[in-house]
């Protein structure tokens, strides 16, 4: 097979969720601030996972990841030996309970873990929410130009510490922390390897990042508290003329390769899950832009919360989860599926958007 005809599949999927939640009523009895501002109104969400704080419990950024990429090797014909390449895109790399690392990095880390060969490549990328999208498109790319024949894309978020500095100094819904409110714990993994059937394909993946936006949604320590806080300009970050980035940026893309938007049939679209009025304007906007209806939009949002890097992954996985399965074992519960060509759309504070199109037909869950 030439370079040029080379391509990538998702061959599995892996996800952790904190057995912990919260509900928008216990969320508000920690914020006093709120007064009586309806969050499930303004954001969807009726509850969010929460993680264990207890070391014990193995439930910090790397625990998490751990498991999903366990979880994700379990589902894998792939063990963790046949990798070549670990990739690490969290943005909360809280290990040993509270502290946050930044080397060794988490990937090395992980890969020692999960088995892998001694010396396997192994690196982290930090690109906000969009930070494990980052790393499919990397991993895409060295497959596709051979210098690699699979590998695992992990992230595991504590992003609930942001959360839980808002509610202590937050004043009202209009507080640049409220976004806070709306994020919840997770970790994914997924496990990229070479294609060779088109009902199994990563089509194409494309980012672009819009710098001059980077001021709208910053993770940093708190200004009044101790505490790592997010501070958001919700209604600049998804006025209309940001949420038009995707599609024109997309439909640009096509362009260049003489398809239109309607040309590549998706069944479904994944946005980032941040809430479900965004994925509402989010969709509204893009079937203006590209003069269609958008395709069935899958959500998690309602149940988990904003997860951060991981909400297209889990979104995916618990989709696919979802559909009819055989009577054979959970590993090959795939090959009852309808084969399905997904969109996916990040939405990252940077700004950073784009497009993954991918067919599916056996990736293992």
């Not at 090395?108 to 873990?113: K, Q, Y």
């Not at 919840?184 to 990563?202: C, K, Q, W």
């Not at 074992?329 to 504070?349: E, F, G, K």
Request: net charge negative; charged share 25%.
């Amino acid at each position: 097979m030439s370079t040029t005809e080379r391509r990538s599949r998702i061959e599995a999927l892996g996800a952790f969720l904190p057995a912990g939640s919260q509900t928008n009523d216990e969320l508000r009895a920690e914020a006093p601030g709120l007064g009586d501002a309806d969050v499930e109104r303004i954001t969807g969400i009726a509850e969010r996972r929460v993680h264990d704080p207890d070391p014990a419990a193995g439930e910090d950024s790397f625990g998490m990841a751990l498991a999903a990429a366990r979880d994700c090797l379990a589902a894998s014909r792939h063990q963790a030996a046949d990798l070549d390449v670990v990739i690490s895109g969290s943005i909360t790399r809280v290990k040993d309970g509270s502290r946050f690392h930044f080397e060794p990095s988490f990937a090395g880390m992980l890969a020692g873990e999960l088995g892998a060969r001694p010396g396997v490549l192994s690196f982290d990328v930090s690109n906000a929410c969009a930070g494990m999208m980052t790393g499919v498109w990397l991993l895409d790319r060295m497959i596709r130009s051979g210098a690699v024949r699979s590998g695992m894309v992990v992230s595991g978020e504590q992003a609930t510490r942001v959360a839980r500095t808002a509610a202590r100094e937050l004043t009202d819904s209009y507080d640049p922390q409220f976004a806070s409110l709306s994020v919840g714990d997770s970790a994914a993994a997924v496990i990229l390897d070479e294609s060779t059937d088109p009902a199994d394909r990563i089509h194409y993946i494309e980012l672009m990042t819009c710098s001059e936006y980077s001021h709208l949604c910053m993770g940093m320590p708190s200004d009044r508290s101790q505490g790592i806080a997010l501070y958001t300009d919700n209604k600049k970050m998804h006025d209309r003329d940001r949420l038009k980035l995707w599609p024109r940026f997309h439909e640009d893309f096509l362009a260049k390769n003489g398809r239109r938007f309607t040309d590549e049939e998706f069944d479904y679209v994944i946005h980032h899950q941040v809430g479900t009025r965004f994925i509402d304007y989010v969709n509204q906007t893009a079937e203006a832009e590209f003069g269609t209806p958008m395709p069935a939009s899958l959500q998690v949002v309602e149940r988990f919360g904003n997860t951060a890097t991981t909400s297209h992954f889990l979104t995916l996985r618990e989709h696919l989860r979802a559909q009819p399965a055989g009577a054979g074992p959970a590993a090959d519960r795939a090959h009852a599926r309808s084969t399905a060509r997904y969109l996916m759309v990040p939405a990252a504070s940077g700004v950073v958007t784009g497009a993954l199109s991918a067919t599916i037909t056996n990736a293992r869950v």
